[in-house]
């Protein structure tokens, strides 16, 4: 894997600033001065300011986020946060967000690369929410409204597929703006009364108790690989 990517995935530091770190000659494959875009593998040694560096067994983590836990290690405006029901594990961080209220499919992994595919736009990795309304269930108007696109503060919004359902929707969305279904709902006259992610790629919520994590199983893991490129 290329150098950038081997050190996102252990942890060190974002793809971008890892590229720094490269270009500002702190990093060192077989005792040699690295140079960007290098390819490493798993019997090369690399040191970032004198350190080696261990790429970790890749973890990727399912939680079911209840409401009123924030997704974020530590906040003291945050009276709950979603590490409180997570197993302690280096360098474990989420996937994306679900704001305070959201509820459902929350991905953590240790693999910076992972990561930094899974949420670049480049991917379009699709989410499914399912969303209860203040206006019931969406009818097929509103839903062509969204598939057709509103325009928000930061710009213009859209969904991929909309089904109504029972008092609301099912909506999926390839992007993961702040606050997006909820911002796209109001513009439409349809304020959310309570949101449940189901799905993020491949991946699918089913029926893990809110509250609780599960570790991907082997297929689940090689599919969700596999979708971003890295298997």
Same mark, same amino acid.
């Given at each position: ?35 960007? %875009? ?23 983590? !399912?939680?079911?986020?209840?409401? %009123? ?99 609301? !929707? ?62």
């Amino acid at each position: 894997m290329r150098l950038q990517a081997f050190l996102a995935r252990a942890g060190v530091a974002s793809r971008r600033k890892a590229e720094a770190l490269i270009r500002e000659g702190l990093v060192r494959v077989n005792g040699e001065v690295a140079h960007l %875009g290098q390819k490493v593998g798993l019997k090369d040694v690399v040191e970032v300011a004198g350190k080696r560096v261990i790429l970790p067994e890749r973890v990727i983590l !399912a939680l079911h986020k209840p409401k %009123g836990y924030t997704t974020t290690r530590s906040d003291p405006h945050a009276q709950k946060t979603v590490y409180e029901l997570l197993p302690e594990i280096p360098g474990l961080h989420p996937v994306g967000r679900l704001d305070r209220d959201s509820e459902g499919l929350l991905l953590f992994t240790n693999d910076g690369e992972l990561t930094f595919r899974l949420t670049h736009p480049r991917h379009g990795v699709q989410k499914v929410y399912r969303v209860w309304t203040e206006g019931g269930t969406l009818p097929e108007g509103v839903c062509r409204r969204l598939l057709k696109g509103v325009m928000l503060e930061d710009g213009p919004a859209k969904a991929l597929a909309c089904h109504p359902a029972p008092g609301g !929707a099912f909506l999926t969305l390839a992007e993961g703006r702040k606050r997006e279904v909820r911002r796209m709902l109001k513009a439409v006259g349809y304020p959310v009364k309570r949101l449940l992610r189901v799905q993020v790629g491949p991946i699918r919520l089913g029926n893990l108790p809110p509250g609780k994590w599960r570790r991907l199983s082997s297929e689940e893991e090689k599919v969700l690989l596999r979708q971003v490129g890295l298997e």
